[in-house]
């Protein structure tokens, strides 16, 4: 069993306990309660209806494919969706809200408990619980970069619909919740239910860490808003674990507040504390009838899941006879397991997976892509892969051939070809060229044959000079054993 990580203070050790809120953004084409578009990058203001823009009068319509989509995901977090649920109003004023009020679910959310298994490596699975998931409409966003003295606000996020996924404590440490954000990126994007994309703020994260002594009660936490990757996360809740230590063994208390990460400094700083945490009288919005969702509508969408990670997962394993490493490597993102499977269709799997892993992602690593980028596709990769298989390049000489294709296009026969890269197997030709060494050496050969048998390596070595490199190796070997052991 993977222990947790725990943090040395100056009085003892520390345990840490940790919870995920995670706002994300619902892929759909329009608002939650409005018909306007949701584009990302749309001109400021222009995709913003008389609802969003909170004009006297105006009545909210719930979003039916938003309500589709939270349903979706419910499931694929194996939770229970309720047949009631109730939009509140969250009362507070911000210059980006021009409502004054933000629709969300308090007491009745659409989504109840469920839970997600996360990948702690070799093989270890952890299950973390979920409290909750409910709808609720994004604020717009205040811009105080484009004038000296004014801010502008933008209306465009306002009313976009965001799936609030909120986790029970029970992550131990930076790890696990790395493993669950990343995990529950992975199964939105599955499903399809949102894009997942953290740099455009699709899927934002707020971290609530505390710490105690092993054994002891939860202590007071922190939350720390607005996170938008995972490294960051990671890094502020190290960050904050220590600093709570500190305040407890120099015999303070931990203030329970909300925090801001800044990654620059790699530090948390204060931004309101729970004593001014604004009281947002929340009361069911009046505008808004309760959210009625039938038995058969639950059903459809459980029915219509796509296989979730973990299945594919499995099924890699299973199928292709995967090593869990790699089958959890292949899985992790939709547009791998895609990937590989159009590569591995009619050739051998272990392999295709060992080579996509090492040296294709790798390659992508290298340069900052997304598969999606790949200036090499699935079919073109698989055409080299070919050319190893029927011995025509070493698998040396692909990872040469992989590298031109990658960052100079064209496909690998072409390449091949071009370079005079083709292996040589003709055994014909072979043979007599080591017949000549072997004639030409005869001192290196009775060497050879008086016991000396690290000379083998030698007469290929030669064998490889003369060649340039592109004799198989398998088919040098086999001759030189014969010739030489006559
Ligand atoms: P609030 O409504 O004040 O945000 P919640 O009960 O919704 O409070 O909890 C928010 C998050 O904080 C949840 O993800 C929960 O798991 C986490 N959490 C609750 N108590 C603790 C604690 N003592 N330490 C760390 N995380 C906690
Ligand atoms: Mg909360």
């Not at 306007?36 to 909170?54: H, K, L, R």
């Not at 409409?137 to 009313?159: C, E, I, T, Y």
């Not at 710490?211 to 904050?240: D, Y």
């Not at 600093?243 to 948390?268: S, W």
Request: net charge negative; aromatic share 8%.
């Amino acid at each position: 069993m993977r222990e947790a990580i725990k943090l040395k203070g100056e009085t003892g050790i520390w345990e840490m306990v940790i919870g995920l809120e995670i706002h994300a953004q619902v892929n759909c084409k329009s608002k939650l309660f409005s018909g306007s578009a949701t584009d990302f990058g749309a001109s400021p203001n222009s995709q913003v209806s008389y609802v969003d823009a909170a004009m006297p009068g105006m009545l909210p319509v719930i979003n039916s494919e938003a309500v589709n989509q939270a349903i979706k995901t419910g499931h694929a977090l194996n939770a229970k969706i309720n047949n009631i649920s109730i939009f509140d109003r969250k009362n507070y004023f911000y210059p980006d809200l021009p409502q004054g009020y933000q629709i969300s679910q308090f007491k009745s959310p659409i989504v109840g408990e469920g839970w997600i298994n996360i990948d702690l490596g070799k093989g270890e699975i952890k299950k973390i619980g979920i409290e909750r998931l409910h709808l609720e409409q994004d604020a717009g966003k205040l811009m105080h970069d484009q004038h000296p003295r004014l801010s502008f606000v933008d209306l465009n996020r306002s009313g976009i619909p965001l799936m609030e996924i909120v986790s029970k404590p029970d992550m131990r440490d930076w790890e696990e919740a790395g493993a669950y954000l990343r995990k529950l990126r992975s199964i939105v994007r599955y499903i399809g239910s949102c894009d997942g994309n953290m740099d455009q703020g699709s899927l934002r994260c707020d971290a609530n860490i505390s710490v105690r002594r092993p054994g002891e009660e939860f202590g007071t936490r922190c939350e720390l808003k607005n996170i938008n990757s995972v490294k960051f996360m990671m890094k502020a809740v190290e960050f904050e674990a220590y600093r709570q230590i500190e305040i407890i063994e120099n015999g303070g208390e931990v203030k329970q507040e909300t925090r801001l990460y800044d990654p620059n400094k790699n530090e948390t700083r204060s931004m309101r504390s729970k004593e001014e945490a604004h009281d947002y009288r929340y009361f069911p919005d009046p505008d808004l009838l309760p959210l009625n969702i039938s038995n058969d509508r639950i059903e459809k969408y459980k029915d219509e899941l796509p296989e979730l990670p973990d299945q594919k997962r499995e099924r890699f394993q299973k199928d292709y006879g995967l090593s869990f490493y790699d089958a959890d490597v292949l899985t992790a993102d939709k547009s791998y397991a895609d990937f590989f499977e159009i590569v591995s269709k009619g050739r051998d799997a272990k392999f295709v997976a060992n080579w996509v892993i090492t040296n294709f992602f790798a390659m992508l690593n290298e340069v900052e892509k997304s598969i999606e980028e790949s200036p090499v596709n699935a079919q073109q990769l698989g055409e080299l892969f070919d050319l190893i298989q029927d011995g025509t390049i070493s698998g040396r000489t692909a990872k040469d051939v992989f590298e031109e294709m990658f960052t100079n296009g064209g496909r690998a026969n072409d390449i091949v070809e071009a370079k005079g890269l083709k292996q040589i197997s003709n055994t014909d030709e072979l043979e007599s060229m080591a017949k000549k060494i072997i004639e030409d050496n005869s001192e290196q050969v009775s060497k050879y044959k008086n016991g000396n048998e690290k000379l083998f390596g030698w007469f290929v070595g030669q064998m490889m000079k003369n060649t340039g490199g592109t004799a198989n190796p398998k088919v040098v070997n086999e001759i030189l054993k014969t010739l030489l052991n006559k």
